[in-house]
Each structure stands twice: as structure tokens, then as C-alpha cells.
């Protein structure tokens, strides 16, 4: 994909998760890992009418975040991990300007331990 291909995704990945309700179900399955969850959990979850979350759920697939997988009567979703890496890369590409100490606790915020 060319920059400017790259840079509308980003756009589209973005609006997708300035809305508050796809937002908290991005972090959701983020913390579900690959596992994921089934969409009527995700809705119960949320408090959202089941129609109301598909809607969030295509806007989130739409735009790389997330990914489904049809089981049975049921549909599967989990975070698309390679486009959440896609987006966080696009974000901090020119981030240390050639100076990486410049973003190194960028970094030390991330740890990947479970909370407790």
C-alpha cells in the first residue's frame, strides 16, 4: 500500500475508534486475546442492543481492527492483531526522529503483564 493508501486506512481506522462504544470493545478484545469472544457476549457485555453492536462490529471490521469468524449460528470476533500493529506502526513511524532515546519509555508504558 503507498503512503497516501496507508494514511486514508489510518483515517478510516481512527474515526472507527472515536466512538466511544467501539473504542471500549477494541480494548475488550484486545485484553480477550486471540480467543476473542462471540458477538452476543460482547453485546451483553457493553449493555448494547445486539443490532446496535453488529453495526460497531463491521465499522470495527471495516477498518482492520477486528476480525470474525462464523461459527455454526454463532459469529466469533477478535482483535486483528497485524492491524492494531499496522496502526500503532503508522502512528510512531517518525516518532524518535532519528534519536530513538527519544521514545524509549514509550515503550516502559507498555507492559504486557496481566493486571491484577
Do not use: N
Not at 494514511?7 to 481512527?14: H, I, N, T
Not at 486471540?34 to 453485546?43: F, K
Not at 510512531?92 to 516502559?108: I, K, V
Amino acid at each position: 500500500m503507498d503512503d497516501l493508501g496507508t494514511q486514508v486506512w489510518a483515517v478510516d481506522a481512527l474515526g472507527a475508534l472515536a466512538h466511544e462504544t467501539r473504542l471500549a470493545v477494541f480494548r475488550m478484545l484486545v485484553k480477550a486475546g486471540p480467543d476473542g469472544m462471540i458477538a452476543g457476549a460482547i453485546a451483553e457485555h457493553q449493555g448494547v442492543p445486539p443490532s446496535t453492536m453488529s453495526h460497531h462490529l463491521a465499522t470495527l471490521e471495516r477498518a482492520g481492527l477486528v476480525q470474525s469468524e462464523r461459527e455454526s449460528r454463532l459469529i466469533h470476533y477478535r482483535a486483528d492483531y497485524p492491524g492494531m500493529r499496522r496502526l500503532l506502526t503508522f502512528l510512531m513511524q517518525d516518532c524518535c526522529q532519528g534519536a530513538p532515546e527519544m521514545c524509549s519509555d514509550l515503550m516502559a508504558g507498555l507492559a504486557c503483564e496481566p493486571h491484577g
